[in-house]
């Protein structure tokens, strides 16, 4: 069973940036494709972001594409999410999750939830206006 666990959440300001990290339990963390989700209170969950098992590829929800950056470390097993120009709109739980079964041969697949077999807790990020 691989653990996923995210920090880097906080309570910041219209504008500022923050910095998500995902540390897995697993030296397989390779294998795994791995993606950031989000739900606000009192909606569902949504796809934000999501990288390849090799961190060439990556992918964005339109909503914070050009201010969001995902990327991963292999060696280390853990994944970032730089969260720059941050709007009230982006308040949520932020969570990491690992794929077996995405794959860049079909990107779509990266922003379904059910492609994912790892969850973490999540980490709460709080913009004020």
């Known amino acids: 069973q691989v653990q996923l666990v995210e920090s880097g959440g906080g309570l910041v300001q219209a504008g500022d940036s923050l910095r998500l990290t995902c540390a897995a339990s697993e030296s397989t963390f390779s294998d795994y494709a791995m993606a950031w989700f989000r739900q606000a209170p009192g909606t569902a969950r949504e796809f934000v972001a999501a990288v390849s098992r090799s961190g060439v590829g990556t992918y964005y929800a339109d909503s914070v594409k050009d201010r969001f950056a995902i990327s991963r470390d292999n060696t280390k097993y853990t994944g970032q999410l730089q969260m720059n120009s941050l709007k009230p709109e982006d308040t949520a739980v932020y969570y990491c999750?690992?794929?077996?079964?995405?794959?860049?041969?079909?990107?779509?697949?990266?922003?379904?939830?059910?492609?994912?077999?790892?969850w973490g807790q999540g980490t709460q990020v709080t913009v004020s206006s």
């Open positions: 999750a690992l794929s077996l079964t995405a794959y860049a041969s079909d990107p779509r697949r990266f922003r379904l939830e059910n492609e994912y077999d790892w």
